[in-house]
């Protein structure tokens, strides 16, 4: 029996703002924009994170139209996300306008939650 290693690459989300959402993870994580244009089948895409993995920010003209917010956990319940220090990074969460909630520690590591402007909920966790 082989095993194999695997890893996420990447997630791709719909957004009402790819410009906005991307300029948000920036500022919150220190990520940078990998590429952006527009998308094969239509709308705008940003692709923002580290250099080995990344969120791609899409929308079209209709999700840009309707501005969405999303229910929690329609289809997606969160994205979680590592930081090295997490009190910095709630800061600028706080900064940012957003409100964290449901903060917590517990093995393995400590960690709060906040939604974006889309409604789209992250969990920003350390193990430090």
Avoid: C
Avoid at 13 to 41: C, K
Avoid at 75 to 95: Q, R, W
Wanted: net charge negative; hydrophobic share 40%.
């Amino acid at each position: 029996m082989s095993t194999t290693s695997a890893r996420i690459e990447h997630a791709n989300l719909t957004v009402a703002d790819p410009q906005a959402s991307a300029q948000l993870m920036q500022g919150l994580f220190g990520w940078h924009i990998r590429w952006e244009g527009p998308s094969m089948l239509g709308g705008y895409t940003i692709h923002v994170g580290s250099d080995d993995d990344y969120l791609a920010l899409y929308a079209s003209d209709e999700v840009k139209a309707a501005q969405p917010k999303f229910t929690k956990g329609v289809p997606l319940n969160h994205i979680g996300i590592v930081v090295d220090d997490l009190d910095a990074v709630e800061a600028k969460v706080v900064a940012a306008g957003l409100e964290p909630f449901s903060h917590d520690d517990y093995e393995p590591g400590r960690r709060f939650y906040f939604f974006d402007a889309n409604g789209i909920e992250f969990e920003v966790v350390s193990y430090n």
